[in-house]
């Protein structure tokens, strides 16, 4: 069965750079969330997306930007990169809104800010 | 949020049941019971969800107690592979659709051979 996508898998830049993480969902979901997890910690939501619209909304900082195209891929987008912002960054989807039900989480992206 | 109460660890022999408490006194009535886990170096799995009744899946049980404040999953043969950090997570059915998952307080499980 399709899982959900995400590329790419290992990223490194640099202070102050800039990143754009992609997460393609389990074909015909509708919903997306992206989650942060520090070494060392437990995952910690940032933003969802359902029907191409923001849903919900964590401690995501401003230099983020989130977003969900007609297809239904969502990019996320990290400015001025810190070297706080080393993490796996995972993606999930969802059908339906994901009201009560399941969410399929890809395998994360890797950033290191060196 | 309500918020959940897990053991840090277990441990358990390959080939046992594992039984796994989780705490949730203050759940409401609109809230489901999730349970994640998460294997070293991979994404949370989801691994079951109920509301209200026992629920029975082909990884596990959940059994949920008469007055909602807690619940146990049931991994009924342990197997070096279920070695992970399961988290019990509740979600509000009656919030707008995209709502979070709240990961936190996870017990890591330990499965000796």
């Known amino acids: 069965a399709a899982g959900v996508i995400q590329s790419p898998r290992h990223l490194i830049k640099e202070k102050r750079e800039t990143a754009t993480l992609k997460c393609y969902p389990i074909?015909?979901?509708?919903?997306v969330y992206w989650y942060q997890q520090g070494p060392g910690q437990d995952p910690q939501f940032l933003i969802s997306?359902?029907?191409?619209?923001?849903?919900d909304k964590g401690s995501i900082p401003d230099r983020f930007s989130a977003q969900q195209f007609s297809d239904y891929h969502s990019e996320l987008n990290m400015s001025s990169l810190e070297l706080g912002d080393s993490a796996l960054y995972f993606c999930?989807?969802?059908?339906?809104?994901?009201?009560?039900?399941?969410?399929?989480f890809g395998p994360g992206t890797r950033l290191t800010v060196t | 949020d309500a918020k959940t109460t897990q053991p840090n660890s277990m441990e358990s022999n390959e080939e046992e049941p594992v039984h796994l408490p989780c705490n949730h006194s203050?759940?409401?009535?609109?809230?489901?019971i999730h349970w994640y886990r998460q294997l070293p170096s991979q994404g949370p799995e989801y691994v079951i969800h109920?509301?209200?009744s026992n629920v029975n899946n082909r990884m596990a049980s959940l059994a949920i107690a008469e007055d909602r404040k807690s619940s146990t999953l049931i991994l009924h043969r342990a197997t070096l592979r279920d070695a992970a950090v399961y988290y019990c997570?509740?979600?509000?059915?009656?919030?707008?659709?995209?709502?979070?998952?709240?990961f936190g307080g996870g017990t890591r499980v330990l499965v000796k051979p």
């Open positions: 997306f359902y029907e191409k619209m923001q849903s």
């Open positions: 074909p015909r979901h509708d919903t």
């Open positions: 997570i509740l979600r509000d059915v009656g919030k707008a659709a995209g709502n979070k998952l709240t």
């Open positions: 109920g509301l209200t």
């Open positions: 203050t759940i409401s009535g609109t809230d489901y």
């Open positions: 999930a989807s969802s059908l339906q809104g994901g009201r009560a039900g399941e969410q399929y």
